[in-house]
């Protein structure tokens, strides 16, 4: 199974490269073709996972000695880059007039890289797919990006390349301290305190950064503004996401006990990002701009939801919050997705980022702001929503841990559906801005836009599919990031 | 013996006729490649390491050859004391290789030197020439001198002439080690003795510089390998000094290469800072460390050759290119896919970002890191990197990004397709890279 998945991010790659770059009808039927070959394989991939055994199925290992395996974690993530590439691809065809070839072969070649960093339990594969990710986003920044887009590359390459530097030192290290670099061996080392904290800071800087967690995001609301809107389309719903995947795998169960030693850092930096960063989120002009701010916020959750059970708390409430954190990942990334595949549409028909230029967007693009309004709930994690799951299971299991906590993060909720609703009714309600030609969406977008919008609603009416297989996984690896060794 | 058969070579293109005529020229091409090929195949069959520096040695004077011929034809010019010193190059080369005491093994070394001081003579260009020369002569003296002493410390310590297999540690030796690093620094233009490399890149051609750029410095890392024990006697002395001149290689190499848009000088900066790679593997102290440093000598070689093919085989207004602007036009040249994945490949290469071979490279010399002390010097060595993502990437963007105003003009395209050639053979050489120490 993983075989075919390496196998078709080769062949997306290497056939789009192929194709003739002014037959755009050619690359339209390619793109499609692998949508719905990337449809066929996520269908594959959840009728034959069993998704009440915990750890890794579909092992494979490569003639290189390279070990492949999914579980209920990264099969979720696999299946999240598949539709949005898909998705993407389809939308750069649209919103892409020059150089669409190139564009394509980029986005793919990413695609390629986050399923091998998904995919893989070796930890230099894992890092050779996350810094080899930073070349191909700078190329798409770059190449299609805005007026300040060169700026905007090199933040990207800085950031991606430093924040990866100590990762790369410490994999280094414990690769040949270990003579290994397979997850199974990494987890079971039982390295010294003081080994274990260098280790989980060097991999904690990187991972802050590929997730943009305070404060190591300063880099996402320029990379977002300027970057074009397929590539803030794949990076807020699946290359982000690589952040927490990473600290979830080789952060936490490698150096748990150091873990537990800065859990208090981080859960303080989170509770901090929540309670400020709404505030600078609501304070901003420009769409694009709001919406990375609105990512870093909501990414706060995610580090609760890993550091929350070192500080307490019933095993139970510890593997619940395992679920919350894996669950408010994927909803973001549906979300996320959701949000920003809808700015590309407004963006490519009415040209501008700043929201005091729009208005009344409701009467001019019905069928949009239907959608869009479920995006904003869900990111505002209204009940009804896959997010309001992960929230509520996060907020449940903290009250048992610090009922203060819990208040502090309940109360921070309302700083998501403010600026959210803020931007709603700015951008769709009012007078109406920019004409009032109506502009309906075309049939690939508003199929996008509802497919979106009913897994959202799908999983957060019914999150028993969705929970049954993260849990079992939960339970799998709940002893490697709790378990007690090295505790000081 | 056969290995003499290449200063025939070179006296018979010495002594061939004008080579502007067709004939002559095919003539002294001929004469050229034979020779080469003859010594690769005369020479390998050695040691493992060997057998592949000279297939590496060899490979690169092919390659020479080929950005020479074209390049000589587009601007009709005497090939025939180019190839000559390169034969020169590669007879020092293989002295240097099979040399069993000090005497073949600092002749062979200054054969090395005295052909890339041969080749800048085949155009003269201008004030350039002079001024590139003269220095050129000048710093060589001075390395060679400094090996020279650094020999005599040796003989005098062992009382023997052949190539030192166990040595005592002592004053001697600890001056000797002090001495080859200082001959090193100069030679292979690393800092704080670099400040020439900016000047005879700018005053050199594209083909010397292809093997220039390169040859020298393998030839030193391949030298350092042979005559490691002396470096053993004094480890912790050694490993001090390398990771200072490492250290200093990087900070100063990249800051100054960030300082140019001109081409020639923004690579001879970037070159010596790449230089620091190799002094921070030897800094290591082990077999595996010093195999390291020639594995990333390969790297980089192949990466600078694509490099220089596509530069010899690009023009701006009937002149080589010189600036980093007039890279703009290459995205309307023709056959760009080539020129644009063999750019991206080289510059990602010397970049050291994955998946190519630069990379995998510099991992392996950080999983060697033995100590914290030498992490931390690696450490150093990847955050000075972030100033080399600026000046290459500024590279990229030039090339890919800009689409107006200069016109650039691609002169032979056999070039850039041997550049294509190499960059999948750089990108193929990081499939395997844990093991890269290994493949040497």
Known sequence: ?488 | MMKYLLLVGMIVLMALDDPRGRTARWMAEAVFFCAVFFWIYAMGGAEPLLARAVWMAGGMMVLSGVIARSWFKEYHLMPNFFFASQLLALFGFGNVLLARDWIELYVGLELVSWSMLFALWVRPRDSLLWDCAFKYLMIHAVGSLLLLLSACAIVLSTQSLLLPVDVPSSALVATAVLLWLWGACIKMGVAPTHLYMADIYEGSQPPLLGAFGVMTRLTWVLLAWRVRPIFYAHAELWMWLCAMCAVSTWVLGHFQALAHTRLARLMAYAGSAQMGWVLFAWSLGTDHGFRLAIAFLYVYALAWFVWITLMAHLSYQHRELRWMEELSGLMQAPRRAVLIVALITCIGVMMGVPPFAGFGVRFAMLMEAHSPFLLSVGAVGMLTHGVALLYYSKILYHAMMRMHYYEVTVLDLRGPYVALLLSVGLVALSYDPCYVGGWV
């Open chain 1, 1 to 488: 199974m993983i075989f075919s998945l390496l196998l078709y991010a080769f062949f997306s790659c290497v056939g789009c490269a192929c194709l003739p770059p002014k037959k755009r009808l050619w690359i339209r039927y390619w793109v499609w073709v692998l949508a719905i070959v990337a449809l066929y394989l996520s269908w594959l991939l959840w009728d034959m996972f069993d998704e009440d055994l915990g750890g890794f199925q579909f092992d494979y290992q490569s003639s290189w000695g390279s070990d492949w395996a999914l579980d209920g974690y990264s099969i979720w993530f696999v299946m999240l880059t598949l539709w949005m590439t898909s998705m993407t691809a389809v939308m750069a065809e649209e919103w892409v007039p020059k150089g669409l070839k190139e564009h394509l072969v980029l986005l793919y070649l990413i695609q390629a890289l986050v399923l091998v960093a998904f995919c893989t339990l070796n930890a230099f594969v894992f890092l050779l797919a996350l810094q080899a990710i930073i070349l191909p986003m700078y190329f798409w920044l770059v190449g299609w990006g805005g007026e300040a887009r060169r700026d905007a590359g090199t933040l990207w390459l800085i950031y991606g390349f430093m924040g990866s530097l100590g990762m790369s030192l410490a994999f280094a290290w414990l690769g040949r301290e270990l003579d290994s670099f397979l997850w199974l061996d990494w987890v079971s080392w039982q390295g010294s305190l003081q080994a274990q904290q260098a280790y989980f800071i060097a991999v904690s800087l990187a991972m802050m950064v590929q997730l943009a967690a305070v404060p190591c995001h300063l880099w996402l609301p320029s990379v977002h503004t300027q970057a074009p809107s397929t590539a803030s389309v794949l990076l807020a719903s699946v290359v982000l996401k690589l952040g927490g995947y990473g600290w979830l795998r080789w952060g936490l169960p490698v150096a748990p006990a150091a873990a537990r030693l800065w859990a208090p850092i981080f859960v303080g930096s989170a509770v901090l990002a929540l309670l400020v960063f709404a505030f600078i989120t609501l304070v901003q002009k420009d769409m694009k701009r709001l919406m990375a701010y609105a990512s870093i916020h909501h990414v706060a959750w995610v580090v609760l939801a890993l550091f929350i059970p070192y500080l307490g708390g019933l095993p139970m409430d510890a593997v619940v919050m395992l679920d919350a954190a894996m669950v408010i990942m994927f909803a973001d990334g549906l979300s996320a997705a959701g949000l920003f595949l809808s700015f590309g549409m407004i963006y490519h028909r009415m040209h501008r980022r700043e929201i005091a230029l729009y208005g009344g967007l409701a009467s001019t693009m019905p069928f949009l702001s239907f959608w869009f309004v479920i995006y904003v709930f869900a990111h505002a994690a209204w009940p009804g929503t896959l997010n309001f799951v992960g929230v509520w299971m996060l907020l449940m299991s903290t009250i048992r841990v610090s009922w203060k906590l819990a208040l502090v993060m309940g109360t921070a909720l309302m700083g998501s559906a403010a600026y959210m609703l803020w931007m709603y009714r700015c951008v769709f309600w009012g007078p109406v801005r920019g004409g009032r030609k109506v502009m309906e969406l075309r049939l690939a977008e508003m199929l996008f836009l509802s497919l979106l919008s009913v897994a959202i609603l799908f999983f957060g009416f019914y999150p028993r599919r969705f929970l049954r297989s993260i849990h079992s996984n939960s339970l799998y690896v709940y002893p490697y990031l709790y378990a007690s060794k090295g505790r000081p």
